[in-house]
């Protein structure tokens, strides 16, 4: 099934049956209602969509954003509803880890334990389609952390449109992949991601197609870089 466009203003697009949603509300609940779609330069984000799309973050928004892996879903830290709704919609189990994506590495040592050697591998690393498993800091929730291993997965993503919205947002996103269940890629096409998930989440930035590979990720918890899974990155710097 396809929406028909009702029209363009300052560059943001909405589909039939979606009715104005207002930024400043204080929580997005999971309804029937069609998302907002915001038509995002994949090089030169205009930046007042992408201010718009963060004071729905802090609102409790939940997100579809392009990356240089795939295209993610993604919320703020606080905003509990929407990790319900991330994992609801992806149909992952509690003990299934959600990524902190951090704009530098500045930022993600606030939230992991990096030594001499681990910033060696990140700083080589970062910006790229790579997830890093570390031990997280105080700043990291419990609830977002190993229980047993108190670790957390952290990216930089290397795409003009996450960037900025994580330097507009000024902390890390919640994120995931948006992979459906039972889907062996990603969804990559805007419009299909209206189609499948657009009643499901708030916001949908659509920067054209995107790549259908999750990252590579990387355990940096130990003396050895251990590649936990192979995705998008090389992982031929990590290969033992």
Known sequence: MRYTLLGVAGGGLRYTGQPARTCCRTAFPATARMSQVFQIHPQSPQRRLIGQAVSMLRAGALVVYPTDSSYAL????????????????????????LTLVCRDLSEL????????????????????????????TRDVPRRLQD????????????????????????????STTLRLPGADVPLSEPDDIVQQ?????????????????????VDLTEDVPVVVRRGMGDIAAFAN
């Open 74 to 97: 993604g919320c703020a830290l606080t905003a509990l509803a929407a990790q319900t709704r991330i994992r609801r919609l992806r149909g992952l189990v509690d003990s299934h880890f």
């Open 197 to 217: 998930v657009g009643r499901q989440v708030d916001l949908v930035l659509a920067s054209g197609a995107c790549g259908v590979q999750a990252t590579s990720v």
């Open 109 to 136: 040592a606030v939230y992991a334990k990096v030594d001499n050697p681990a910033f060696r591998v990140l700083r080589a690393h970062t910006p790229g389609p790579f997830t890093f498993i570390l031990k997280a």
């Open 147 to 174: 229980p047993k291993r108190r670790t957390v997965g952290l990216r930089v993503p290397a795409h003009s449109v996450a960037q900025a919205l994580l330097e507009a947002m000024g902390e890390p996103l919640l």
